[in-house]
């Protein structure tokens, strides 16, 4: 019998020994990590205690394995946390092949191609979802639009549920949206037999709404449906335009959620409504957009909601879901929710009604002059715990690394709107710090229930927004200039160069690498992060492709006809995501630029704060260290270590819990730009990390590491 024959055997008999208590033994003893983020508390903590900062020096890589076989693919990346269930893991590739993994060998049990009737990756994958019943025992997944149901045991779809294993996550979302970009980047949370989600939809103009969903786990169908646009009737309607719902998009889910199993409550972090920077066609304060929403598990009824942005034109979408939390707060035990937010506040609510723990001020803001455009005129912040990341770039904070550096960046926010959060987009440029990325990303915190210490990394780099005007006769008298400006110019630059740290390729003699219609299967299908278009006129699709092809045209305004009248128009675009950096491509602020911060909820404190990363070209100068921008999120283990990876100079890291000194740190092959997963193997404690890397112009990779302790300690 062969070695991978036996493991799938012992899978079997794992599994069908479970199958006698019609349960598997989940995490209160650390040896799993079964559920996202390590549970539907969202915790990130691990209860496990061998691996210590007195030992951890010691830790070697036990396995490694590849997921796309040493071969990913270009600017692709891993943002998967895996789940580890009785020995096995299970987890995704760059390419969104689904795996089965002994997490004691990392020695392959199962693969399926998820992404294999498209042909490409449609979007990253951030992790599987584990449901069960008796024998039957499944791993829900998504991959572009599909969900996908996979025997546990050998990774096929299972027939029973939906159209041969597979239901389209675009169910449940009302009509007009079959060709609009609908995915989900996070898994959904189970609760009894649901599988409740949200999903990734697009952030312009024409976007899909991003209502959450139940799907039956057994059958596939669709079990109950809140509307995050709320229709005539509804809780939150009068917060839109009166006709908003018909065509609105947005307010979506795409982090995540934690759920109460106990009181039966699923937790959800919204993002903001489509169009990001322009809301003037949807005045208002536009719930359930940027909510940390309270719905019933069972029914999808909401119980309460939190707005944490009113009328949101800065993208501040909620970036992860919130850590359910127990803390001592005036002399009392209380269950609450933690939520950080990208521009580095954590709000922290009472579980069962919403409240503020500590006072949330209602502070005015400065009003937008863009036309059209009516911003709230107060946002929240939060008066504790304070911000783990700073608030506001001015000449006080830019960059001093050199003079050459500080002159360059001076010159510039001179001539920006910039001092203070929510200034509102404009064409002059405004700085948006923290920026896009927050703050607090999608790697979540990690909360230590011992010590109600909460741990989040956060980016410290300010990005730089500037809007203009969308009328074609703005840009210039190709007829497929304005389809360009208005789609695809704030990823691929105005002048078509790319974003290079960002991954947006430059589509500059696009036509030495694609045929025409290659470009217009890519505009109706999309590709890796980029949404399908598919919802433009082929007019204004021939027009786009002759524009990218740089072929004459006529000055021809036929493909614009009816579009004064379009629903999707709106006034105003923007020259794209872009982070404002110095003439060597460091952030434009004073280090540092990405710190780990412990937050003791029950005060609502900073007990420490350090940076996170090192450029080490810029140590040897004598700069302090200075920290990176990260992507990926930390765990925090009862044995008084942090793990993180996420740091632009591709190490894993563990901190003391109690100090914050760096205590052990490993050159990974490809940025960790994940949250890494902790669990237990016969009396062995594991920790693994997705080595995908691809952020920030830095190289791909396909493996998934597993580091352990040396027998002899």
């Known amino acids: 019998m062969s070695k991978k024959v036996l493991l799938l055997v012992c899978v079997v008999l794992l599994f069908t020994q479970c199958k006698k208590e019609n349960k598997l033994s989940f995490n209160p003893d650390g040896t799993n990590w079964p559920v ?21 020096k010691n830790l ?34 760059p390419k969104l092949k689904v795996f089965a993994l002994n997490a004691a060998t990392g020695e392959e ?68 949206t079959e060709d609009k970009y609908v995915v989900a980047t996070s898994p959904g949370i189970i609760y009894k037999d649901l599988l409740i989600i949200g999903s990734r939809v697009s952030e312009n103009t024409g976007a899909a709404p991003g209502f959450i969903r139940a799907f039956n786990a057994k059958t596939g169908n669709l079990e109950w449906v809140f509307n995050t646009i709320p229709q005539p009737g509804e809780f939150g309607y009068e917060t839109w335009p009166e006709e908003a719902w018909k065509e609105a998009g947005g307010a979506n889910s795409w982090a995540g959620m934690s759920l109460d199993e106990e009181r039966g409550i699923v937790y959800v972090p919204t993002g903001s409504a489509a169009f990001d920077f322009w809301g003037g066609n949807r005045k208002g304060e536009n719930l359930f957009a940027n909510c940390v929403l309270a719905l019933d598990a069972a029914s999808g009824r909401r119980i309460w909601h939190f707005q944490t942005v009113h ?5 501040r979408d909620l970036p992860a879901p919130p850590n359910l939390v127990t803390v001592n707060h005036k002399g009392k035990a209380i269950d609450a929710v933690a939520q950080i937010t990208k521009s580095g506040f954590v709000f922290l609510l009472d579980r ?37 990341s700073p608030q506001s770039l001015t000449l006080d904070n830019v960059t001093d690394i050199s003079p050459e550096s500080y002159t360059f960046a001076k010159n510039i926010v001179e001539n920006l709107r910039t001092g203070k959060q929510f200034i ?96 217009l299967t890519l505009i109706n299908t999309g590709k890796g992060f980029m949404p399908s278009y598919k919802h433009l006129s082929e007019e204004e699709k021939e027009a786009l492709v002759a524009y990218l092809l740089k072929e004459p045209e006529p000055h021809d305004d036929s493909h614009l006809l009816g579009l004064e009248n379009n629903k999707d128009r709106v006034p105003y675009t923007h020259t794209g995501y872009n ?69 632009k100079d591709e190490y894993f890291r563990a901190f003391d819990k109690k100090t914050g000194d760096e205590i052990w740190k490993y050159k990974l092959p490809a940025g960790g730009y994940a949250t890494p997963s902790v669990y237990e193997i ?32």
């Not at 983020?37 to 951890?56: A, M, R």
């Not at 996908?148 to 159209?163: D, H, I």
């Not at 009328?311 to 993208?315: Q, R, S």
Request: proline fraction near 8%; charged fraction near 20%.
């Open 36 to 56: 996202y983020l390590g549970g539907n508390n969202s915790s990130q903590f691990s209860p496990l205690k061998q691996i210590t900062p007195q030992n951890v």
């Open 60 to 93: 070697y890589p036990v396995w490694e394995y590849h997921s796309e076989k040493g071969r990913p693919g270009e600017n692709t990346q891993i943002q998967c946390n895996p789940i580890i269930i009785d020995g096995i893991l299970f987890a995704t590739s």
């Open 109 to 176: 049990l199962w693969t399926f191609d998820a992404a294999g009737d498209e042909g490409f990756s449609s979007n990253v994958n951030r992790g599987v979802t584990f449901w069960a019943d008796g024998p039957d025992r499944r791993i829900l997944v998504t991959a572009g639009s599909n969900l996908y149901a996979l025997n546990a045991e050998n990774g096929k779809p299972v027939s029973s549920f939906g159209e041969k294993g597979v239901v389209s996550i675009k169910t449940g979302l009302g009509k007009n």
């Open 311 to 315: 009328h949101d034109v800065w993208d």
């Open 352 to 388: 069962e009604n919403g409240t503020p723990l500590f006072p949330v001020e209602e502070q005015v803001v400065p009003l937008s002059d863009l036309k059209g455009e009516e911003t709230w005129p107060t946002q929240p912040v939060p008066t504790k715990p304070p911000a783990f």
């Open 424 to 519: 509102p987009p404009s064409k002059e440029g405004t700085v948006i710090f923290p920026g896009f990325d927050g703050g607090g990303e999608w790697g979540g915190a990690a909360f230590d229930p011992e010590s109600s210490v909460l741990y989040v990394n956060g980016s410290i780099m300010p990005w730089i927004l500037t809007m203009i005007e969308s009328d074609s006769k703005q840009t210039n008298d190709h007829p497929g200039a304005r389809t360009y400006q208005v789609n695809c110019a704030m990823c691929h630059g105005q002048n078509m160069e790319g974003k290079q740290a960002a991954n947006y390729p430059s589509l500059i003699d696009v036509g030495s690498k694609l045929k025409r219609d290659s470009i």
């Open 579 to 647: 982070r404002f950096l110095d003439p060597d491509g460091y952030p434009a602020v004073k280090p540092p630029w990405g710190n780990l911060s412990a937050i003791d909820l029950n005060k609502g404190e900073i007990l420490w704060q350090v940076p996170l990363g090192e450029f080490e070209e810029l140590t040897q100068k004598g700069i302090p260290k200075t920290g990176t921008e990260n992507y990926g999120g930390p765990v925090v283990t009862a044995g008084g270590v942090i793990f993180i990876a996420a740091s």
């Open 682 to 713: 016969e009396g062995k404690q594991y920790v693994v990390i997705a080595c995908g890397g691809g952020k920030m112009g830095t190289k791909s990779g396909d493996s998934y590491i597993a580091f352990g302790l040396k027998k002899d300690n």
